[in-house]
């Protein structure tokens, strides 16, 4: 189990959830355009940077429509030839999948600094996994690929960790008010969802409390090592495709499980602790 060989495992649901992100782009280019939801001409306002200064002009080049759609072929030029190369596992296309990695991250970053609204912490997660695995792919120190990989998944351990404790400490999820007030919502909810759970207080504290103490506990989960790794995945897995299902974030579930694989070579470390 070499970190490289995880890299690559995480590399597939990563290069699916940044296609399927690039897509997505193109599919609503309209709301690029000026006039649009994201139109620059608005979104440049957002930032200094983009707004005046010397770099403004050479932004403006890049993120006005249609220019920006050429970040969203970046990313999806990326996430092939990763793909291709997660898939077919071959050698000579190690330096090659850390260099889309790069390309990845470099393409999402800049779309992060022009389109600032509706980021998530799926769009962190996939910016920290690829520059693990950027390093991971691209280093041929040993120890620097371990670290690397061992960094994806202690920040998705605190990623539920911070979560975890920030529900915890908000009367809302603790009274059970939470999930049914977020599946009420338009944008992100499920009304029939919502509306069954208001008249089922019990399974809505049971569905709130379930999602407190599952991110709470991951971070102590993996100090069971292995077998801990098999309940966050297995848990974790069905949490976010739940989410997906109900509220429409796909995205979650492939850019938190491009670091599932992760967590298992940092249980293969705790493993050898306690043997």
């Known amino acids: 189990m070499s970190p490289q060989s995880i890299a690559l495992w995480c590399a597939i649901p990563l290069a699916i959830g940044v296609?399927?992100?690039s897509l997505e782009l193109v599919a609503d280019r309209a709301q690029l355009q000026e006039g649009g939801l994201y139109g620059y001409a608005v979104l440049a306002t957002g930032r200094?940077?983009?707004l005046w200064g010397p770099f403004a002009p050479l932004f403006g080049a890049v993120f006005r429509y249609p220019a920006v759609l050429g970040l969203a072929g970046a990313q999806l030029l990326g996430a092939t030839?990763?793909?291709?190369?997660?898939t077919m596992r071959t050698p000579a296309l190690i330096a090659p999948a850390g260099l889309?990695?790069?390309l990845i991250m470099a393409s999402r970053m800049l779309l992060y600094v022009r389109n600032q609204?509706?980021?998530d912490g799926a769009d962190q997660m996939t910016l920290v996994v690829c520059t693990g695995l950027s390093v991971a792919l691209l280093v041929p120190d040993y120890g620097a690929q371990l670290l690397a990989i061992d960094y994806v998944a202690a920040q998705l351990l605190l990623s539920y960790a911070v979560a975890g404790i920030a529900k915890a400490v908000s009367p809302v999820w603790r009274s059970g008010r939470a999930v049914p007030g977020i599946m009420s919502t338009i944008g992100y909810g499920s009304p029939a969802v919502g509306g069954f759970l208001k008249r089922n207080p019990t399974l809505a504290k049971a569905a709130c409390w379930s999602v407190i103490l599952?991110?709470?506990s991951a971070p102590l989960m993996i100090l069971l090592g292995t077998p801990g790794a098999l309940v966050i995945v297995?848990?974790?897995l069905g949490f976010h495709v739940s989410i997906a299902v109900l509220m429409g974030l796909n995205n979650f579930v492939w850019s938190?499980?491009?670091a599932y694989p992760a967590l298992f070579l940092l249980a293969h470390s705790i493993d050898t602790l306690w043997h």
Do not use: H, N, R
């Open 19 to 21: 296609a399927i992100d």
């Open 117 to 119: 609204l509706g980021l």
């Open 100 to 102: 889309a990695c790069l």
């Open 81 to 86: 030839c990763l793909l291709l190369a997660a």
């Open 48 to 50: 200094p940077m983009t």
């Open 214 to 216: 599952f991110e709470c």
């Open 256 to 258: 938190f499980g491009a």
């Open 234 to 236: 297995a848990v974790g």
